[in-house]
Nanobody, 125 residues
Framework: VQLQASGGGLVRTGGSLRLSCAAS????????TGWFRQVPGKGREFVAV????????YLADSVKGRFTLSRDNAKNTVYLQMNSLKPEDTAVYYC???????????????????WGQGTQVTVSS
C-alpha cells in the first residue's frame, strides 16, 4: 500500500492550491482517506477526511468553508482543494489512509496505518 501526495507549493494569501493523494495497492473507495498537516515542533493536525466508502467528509473547524475534499475513483485519488489560503495554513501536508479507523477516532494521527510523503504548502502574507 502506497500513498503518493503531490500539489504543494508557494502561494499568496487568498490563493488556492489542490493537493492530490494517489493510492496504489488498495482502493481509496473502501478506506478512510484524508489529510493531516504538520508545522515544525508540533504533531500532525487533522485537516479533512473521507470516511470509508461513503461520500461524507469531515473537516477541521479551521478549514471549513475554505477546503473541500473530492475523489476520482477511476484514478484511485483523493483531492484536497484549498481556497482562501492563509499564512497559518503553511505546513507540510500528509495524505493518510486507514482500513480500520472508527468514526470517533478519525481526528487522531495514530488511527491511520498508511501515510504518504509530505508535500509543503507555504502561504505568504
Amino acid at each position: 500500500v502506497q500513498l503518493q501526495a503531490s500539489g504543494g507549493g508557494l502561494v499568496r494569501t487568498g490563493g488556492s492550491l489542490r493537493l492530490s493523494c494517489a493510492a496504489s495497492g488498495r482502493s481509496s473507495r473502501t478506506s478512510t482517506t484524508g489529510w493531516f498537516r504538520q508545522v515544525p515542533g508540533k504533531g500532525r493536525e487533522f485537516v479533512a477526511v473521507f470516511f470509508r466508502s461513503g461520500s461524507t467528509t469531515y473537516l477541521a473547524d479551521s478549514v471549513k468553508g475554505r477546503f473541500t475534499l473530492s475523489r476520482d475513483n477511476a484514478k484511485n485519488t483523493v483531492y484536497l482543494q484549498m481556497n482562501s489560503l492563509k499564512p497559518e495554513d503553511t505546513a507540510v501536508y500528509y495524505c493518510a489512509a486507514s482500513e480500520r479507523v472508527i468514526l470517533s477516532t478519525i481526528y487522531r494521527e495514530s488511527s491511520y496505518e498508511y501515510w504518504g510523503q509530505g508535500t509543503q504548502v507555504t502561504v505568504s502574507s
